[in-house]
């Protein structure tokens, strides 16, 4: 990986004859980004508490942060998307699994160990089914992708939806379910109703934890917004009772994803005195200078 990953710099760097003086990379998986440090990420690396950073660093002679995906989406949405205006405001990441960011008082939160925004493993459902950490119940094995189709196997969907029963069952993904719904399939739309309560149950938890101003949904079910997004926005208060709060929802735009090894660098470079419009104002100057 490593290498693969110099190579990728060193035939930009040869094509645009433009040499960066940092780089960042963006992984799924548990990241100690002041360290440097990748404690886990089974789908990338087989080992644990690799010294990621310094490997690329002494590979390509230049400054390496590495950050967590969902983490490094939280700091674009501060840079470059809904975040520019809030100081306290969530990330969550709803896909297979569920994860997210956090910033508190216009920082970043990694926590102790840079495990911070793990929200899929918090227990909605005590007496739900085992998650893969092991838990009970967790966010993302009651609404995640997963959950989805657990759901739609448990309602038995599959034999009863006339939309599901047109894709083979080896190929059918939760987003399925949800173009269904979409559709106005009822059986659909009966699994995404029970998907959408244990969102709107995490989401209401991890308001009444971190007291946001705003919540930026993003990850491939948010690709659904007017069930998912929107749906968590209608039911958020009446889940909170009496703990009502303004708390902004927005979809995350995927553009922002996209910037979020930019925004890393961005970030770590300029904190803590964090000046995001003249970063950006300068940026554009450049790009005007360069294209007269």
Same mark, same amino acid.
Do not use: W
């Given at each position: 990986?490593?290498?693969?990953?110099?190579?990728?710099?060193?035939?930009?760097?040869?094509?645009?004859?433009?040499?960066?003086?940092?780089?960042?990379?963006?992984?799924?998986?548990?990241?100690?980004?002041?360290?440097?440090?990748?404690?886990?990420?089974?789908?990338?690396?087989?080992?644990?508490? =690799?010294?990621?950073? !310094?490997?690329?660093?002494?590979?390509?002679?230049?400054?390496?942060?590495?950050?967590?995906?969902?983490?490094?989406?939280?700091?674009?949405?501060?840079?470059?998307?809904?975040?520019?205006?809030?100081?306290?405001?969530?990330?969550?990441?709803?896909?297979?699994?569920?994860?997210?960011?956090?910033?508190?008082?216009?920082?970043?939160?990694?926590?102790?160990?840079?495990?911070?925004?793990?929200?899929?493993?918090?227990?909605?459902?005590?007496?739900?089914?085992? &998650?893969? &950490?092991?838990?009970?119940? &967790?966010?993302?094995?009651?609404?995640?992708?997963?959950?989805?189709?657990?759901?739609?196997?448990?309602?038995?969907?599959?034999?009863?939806?006339?939309?599901?029963?047109?894709?083979?069952?080896?190929?059918?993904?939760?987003?399925?379910?949800?173009?269904?719904?979409?559709?106005?399939?009822?059986? &659909?739309?009966?699994?995404?109703?029970?998907?959408?309560?244990?969102?709107?149950?995490?989401?209401?938890?991890?308001?009444?934890?971190?007291?946001?101003?705003?919540?930026?949904?993003?990850?491939?079910?948010?690709?659904? !917004?007017?069930?998912?997004?929107?749906?968590?926005?209608?039911?958020?208060?009446?889940?909170? !009772?009496?703990?009502?709060?303004?708390?902004?929802?927005?979809?995350?735009?995927?553009?922002?994803?996209?910037?979020?090894?930019?925004?890393?660098?961005?970030?770590?470079?300029?904190?803590?005195?964090?000046?995001?419009?003249?970063? =950006?104002?300068?940026?554009?100057? !450049?790009?005007?200078?360069?294209?007269?």
């Amino acid at each position: 990986m490593v290498d693969l990953i110099g190579n990728m710099v060193e035939s930009i760097e040869e094509e645009t004859g433009r040499i960066p003086d940092a780089i960042s990379v963006v992984i799924a998986g548990a990241v100690d980004a002041r360290r440097g440090i990748i404690r886990s990420s089974p789908n990338l690396f087989g080992g644990t508490e =690799i010294e990621f950073s !310094k490997m690329l660093e002494e590979r390509l002679g230049k400054i390496v942060y590495i950050e967590n995906d969902a983490t490094a989406t939280a700091i674009s949405e501060k840079i470059f998307g809904n975040g520019k205006s809030q100081d306290n405001f969530l990330y969550i990441t709803m896909s297979t699994g569920i994860g997210g960011g956090v910033f508190i008082n216009n920082r970043i939160y990694r926590g102790s160990l840079g495990m911070a925004g793990e929200f899929g493993h918090m227990v909605i459902d005590p007496l739900g089914p085992v &998650c893969g &950490c092991g838990r009970r119940g &967790c966010f993302e094995i009651m609404a995640g992708g997963k959950g989805t189709l657990r759901i739609a196997e448990a309602m038995n969907t599959y034999a009863k939806s006339p939309y599901l029963k047109k894709i083979p069952p080896e190929k059918l993904e939760a987003r399925h379910v949800f173009d269904g719904a979409e559709a106005g399939d009822k059986e &659909c739309i009966r699994v995404i109703d029970k998907v959408v309560e244990n969102m709107t149950r995490g989401v209401a938890n991890l308001v009444n934890i971190f007291d946001p101003e705003a919540i930026m949904i993003g990850g491939g079910l948010s690709n659904s !917004k007017e069930l998912v997004v929107d749906g968590i926005a209608e039911r958020l208060q009446e889940e909170l !009772k009496t703990m009502k709060r303004n708390v902004e929802i927005f979809r995350t735009n995927q553009i922002t994803v996209e910037l979020s090894p930019l925004a890393v660098v961005l970030y770590e470079k300029e904190m803590p005195s964090f000046n995001y419009e003249r970063i =950006i104002r300068e940026m554009r100057q !450049k790009i005007a200078e360069k294209t007269k």
